[in-house]
């Protein structure tokens, strides 16, 4: 959300310097849920599913590694 | 017969005492450091560190600084008994019913969480090595990684659409209960993991059973940590924007008792929605459900360290 409130949530576009703005997939799903909602078909409400869980996997991902790495230093210092 | 006299290191004068060190590959890493020339410039290395560890608190005051002021500047202006005895209407009016539902969402979110986070923490904090322990401690740390958007999100499919709960107080506690379990759970695992072996064997020693160990003798023990558990939680609650949207939505009006199938209001969506209104009411309202949610915080954050000091 604060983010969203600062990062200009630019859709569809790459921001072309640090000052541009630019969106995340967090601000993604809060800016658009609202239309989404109104989509009849329920494509909308499915792609920010898809988004939802991309951003879940990269979350587990990246506490396995760290996990790992912990893991690993913790039998190299033994 | 005399007791033993305590342990002196050996001085000599001009010299810091250094323990004798028998470990091959310690000393093996003194010979390299010392030799590759890392030891002569160690106070750079040391000077650049304290100057980074400077830069970081100067950036982190500074910002708080900034915050604190801002909020406070023109929060206070914006407070006013209104505020705090009439519920919102339009753009305009108090925010009583959004006080009234973020002290209800609050107290829901406990009643689900602490006990959950309580028992998970024991077991985690007692028994560190079962399997289950490492796969909450696991399942714990990923809870904590993930965005609240995205748990606000997969609630909003499952609870407010599937379940047919709707916009809801019952969605939204369940929700921020989800949020603040691993939070809950860590602290409780600290606190439990740090009683004594004494005591522990001393409890078993005399007879106590698994139960009435944990309830009589090592949960009144891990106290301040399961406190500091549950005002993080709390602060976590009041706080929460994103997941809150899609399980809480936003009423006008004060909570009529109903844990499904009615909206409920909340600070954090004032701030979120009236800020960007053109009104000068609207932004009013947002600065003052800032200054609330941030002194709120700001004295659970206090609390919290005055209990682990206390500790």
Known sequence: MDVLMVSGNALGSLPSNVFGPVSTMASFIVSQLDSALADPTGFAIRSLAEIALVLCLMSVAVNTVARSLLSYAGRSQQ | ?311
């Open chain 2, 1 to 311: 017969m005399t007791a033993a006299p305590p342990f002196q290191a050996p001085l000599v004068l001009g010299k810091p005492y250094r323990p004798v060190v028998h470990d091959k590959r310690l000393a093996a890493h003194r010979r390299l450091i010392a030799g590759s020339g890392l030891a002569r410039s160690r106070p750079l290395w040391s000077l650049l560190g304290w100057s980074l560890c400077a830069a970081a608190l100067v950036l982190l005051g500074v910002a708080m600084c900034w915050i604190l002021g801002t909020i406070l500047f023109k929060g206070v202006s914006a407070l006013s008994l209104t505020i705090f005895i009439e519920p919102t209407q339009g753009n305009g009016g108090g925010l009583l019913n959004a006080i009234e539902g973020t002290a209800v969402m609050a107290l829901g979110t406990l009643i689900l969480a602490v006990p959950l986070g309580v028992a998970a923490g024991a077991y985690g904090g007692l028994f560190p090595d079962a399997i289950w322990a490492r796969t909450i401690r696991f399942f714990s740390d990923t809870l904590v990684g993930v965005p609240s958007i995205v748990l606000g999100y997969a609630d909003y499919v499952i609870l407010v659409q599937a379940l047919g709960w709707h916009f809801s107080t019952a969605a939204a506690c369940v929700t921020l209960a989800i949020i603040c379990l691993p939070y809950i759970c860590r602290f409780n695992e600290l606190a439990f993991a740090a009683i004594s072996p004494d005591l522990r064997q001393s409890v078993y020693a005399i007879g106590a059973n698994e139960r009435q160990a944990i309830l009589l003798v090592f949960l009144p023990a891990a106290t301040p940590g399961v406190l500091t558990g549950v005002l993080l939680a709390l602060s976590i609650s009041v706080g929460e924007t994103a997941p809150l949207l899609y399980t809480a939505g936003w009423s006008n009006y004060l909570w009529n008792g109903h844990l499904f199938h009615m909206p409920i209001a909340h600070l954090t969506y004032a701030i979120w929605t009236f800020i960007n209104e053109p009104l000068a009411s609207a932004n009013a309202l947002a600065y003052a459900a800032a200054l609330l949610v941030t002194s709120f915080v700001l004295l659970l954050s206090v609390a919290s360290r005055l209990i682990l000091r206390a500790r």
